[in-house]
């Protein structure tokens, strides 16, 4: 991912409120080590349930605003897999995250859309780990490499989803059959 500004960063996001307030950057944002990551995934301190998920979209900065649903610890010590990374966790190191798709009309507010997420934000860390490799898999850095793209391909594909608009299915234009009726 190429390096972006602090303005790139804040004018990316899609789904943000007008009225919302100023969004607070990664303390460490300065010391971002770009070529390593996939995305730009940070926590709002003094907000523990938003979060920002912001990557590179055709050439530009796309970003999202989300919000942690709470953990539900009925789940005990299950498995839950992250859909970005594809890495399977704890039920309490991964969580739902929902993101509003923007709207200007108020009815519409309420549409949001979902994944679960790892909680840290961490995906990068779990996409570079080293796997363990058996004696016909095919050499690490291709590994690595394919877990990168999955994880960028994945992102990218969630940040567009949330940024374009819904389609309607009430108000459509009836279809015409073979017969020349309207269905």
């Known amino acids: ?5 602090r303005e790139e960063v804040r004018g990316a996001l899609v789904n943000l409120d007008p009225a919302a307030k100023k969004i607070r950057l990664p303390a460490r944002f300065d010391d971002v080590r770009w070529h390593r990551i996939d995305y730009l995934g940070w926590r709002d301190l003094r907000a523990p349930t938003l979060a920002y998920l912001v990557t590179e979209v055709d050439g530009s900065a796309r970003g999202v605003l989300l919000r942690q ?3 539900d610890s009925a789940r005990g010590s299950r498995a839950v897999m992250c859909d970005l990374c594809r890495f399977a966790r704890r039920f309490n190191e991964v969580s739902l995250f929902t ?3 923007p709207s200007r009309d108020k009815r519409e507010r309420l549409d949001a859309i979902g994944l679960l997420l790892c909680t840290d934000l ?3 860390v779990k996409v570079h780990g080293k796997p363990v490799r058996e004696a016909f898999d095919r050499p690490v850095d291709e590994i690595i490499a394919s877990r ?3 994880l960028r391909s994945r ?3 969630f940040v ?3 940024a374009e608009p819904r389609q309607a299915s009430i108000g459509l234009t009836p279809t015409r059959s073979r017969s020349g009726r309207r269905a």
């Open 148 to 150: 990168r793209e999955g």
């Open 1 to 5: 991912m190429r390096p972006m500004t």
């Open 122 to 124: 961490d995906c990068a």
């Open 160 to 162: 567009r989803s949330v």
């Open 99 to 101: 993101a509003q798709r």
């Open 69 to 71: 649903a709470p953990n």
């Open 155 to 157: 992102t990218i594909t």
